[in-house]
């Protein structure tokens, strides 16, 4: 998935995007861990709130428009589940983004 064209670290590249409260991120951070093709960062705002941006081709928009489903339907039964604040694409529609609230806790490991 990585495109050599697009700096994802830096931030004014995502101000130019349309994802909500994007003028409002102060510092990305890579994660690396988690088992998906995803690229995920922890999102800095300037108020100290802490988010998880995720990101996926576009070619899986169609499985991340299910994802966003089901998390909406899991919301109602208070799962300690991270919230999905907005959903779309991003980077002139090359990729597909889910923004969540951060969810303090340990990765999950393979056992």
């Not at 909500?20 to 088992?35: A, M, N, T």
């Amino acid at each position: 998935m990585e495109n050599q064209s697009i700096d994802f670290l830096d931030l004014n590249t995502w101000r130019q995007t349309d994802i909500p409260g994007v003028e409002q991120w102060q510092r990305l951070i890579p994660i690396d861990d988690g088992w998906s093709a995803d690229q995920k960062f922890q999102v800095e705002t300037t108020t100290g709130l802490k988010l998880l941006l995720r990101l996926s081709n576009r070619d899986s928009l169609v499985e991340k428009q299910a994802h966003y489903t089901s998390f909406q339907e899991l919301a109602c039964l208070q799962l300690p589940l991270p919230e999905l604040l907005s959903f779309g694409l991003c980077m002139q529609g090359q990729y597909t983004y889910r923004l969540f609230n951060w969810l303090e806790g340990e990765p999950l490991r393979q056992g």
